[in-house]
């Protein structure tokens, strides 16, 4: 399947500062989903990009789909402690949803 | 609440021991899926089923037998597992089976091999 690759592995913040997590692949993905796990919890979706080019706004949160469709990041500002949590991106390859190894992000007051 | 039951929440099993795990949906969807969620790995598609047929079986060992009895259950027997083998098991469900289907995640089961 679509091998997605996430960086960083870990991120520690102050409570206020920005947050980003990237999303690569060589190849072009069909699309990117969004979900985030909090500790002892399981993924809950955020939100679907599939067009090139697209940005979208949830709140603090903003997800981008590059041009070539080949990579995605999500963008925290601001964070917050609710924030802790583990980002995953995921894309389709047909109907198999494959994973990246997420992104830990801890936020410390 | 995401509308996916998943039991049991932990699981401490032998290696010579059965048992299975149990997922339930309550959102009227049409497709189901079994994840395995373990350490620095990403989370690895075992199983898909769309309307109790299954459409996807990723290598799994023999070990781990997935029944589908309906479109809102879906069971994953397992039987003289591994230490290797322990790891959150994750049930989701979709809508369909097709790109671009969000899906709808169990709290997941907590599985020790001893």
């Known amino acids: 399947g679509q091998q997605v690759m996430q960086i960083p592995q870990y991120q520690h913040v102050q409570e206020g500062e920005d947050f980003t997590t990237y999303c690569n692949s060589s190849?072009?993905?069909?699309?990117i989903q969004w979900y985030k796990q909090r500790p002892g919890g399981h993924p809950v979706f955020l939100i679907q990009?599939?067009?090139?080019?697209e940005v979208k706004k949830q709140k603090r949160l903003t997800f981008q789909f590059g041009e070539a469709k080949k990579n995605s990041s999500l963008h925290i500002t601001a964070t917050q402690t609710t924030d802790v949590g583990t980002y995953f991106c995921?894309?389709?390859?047909?109907?198999?949803?494959?994973f990246g190894k997420g992104t830990s992000l801890l936020v410390t007051p | 609440e995401t509308g996916v039951t998943q039991t049991p929440r932990h699981l401490v099993m032998g290696m010579t021991n059965k048992k299975s795990l149990k997922c339930e949906q309550h959102l009227g969807h049409n497709a189901m899926y079994w994840y395995k969620q373990s350490a620095k790995k990403p989370l690895e598609l075992m199983f898909v089923y769309s309307l109790e047929e299954r459409v996807e079986n990723n290598s799994v060992p023999s070990r781990f037998s997935p029944e589908c009895p309906n479109s809102s259950h879906l069971f994953l027997h397992l039987h003289t597992l591994q230490p290797e083998d322990s790891a959150l098991y994750l049930c989701?469900?979709?809508?369909?089976?097709?790109?671009?289907?969000?899906?709808?995640f169990g709290s997941g089961t907590q599985l020790s091999v001893l």
């Open positions: 995921a894309s389709n390859s047909g109907y198999a949803l494959n």
């Open positions: 190849t072009t993905l069909s699309n």
């Open positions: 990009l599939v067009k090139s080019g």
């Open positions: 989701a469900s979709s809508r369909i089976v097709a790109t671009n289907e969000k899906l709808f």
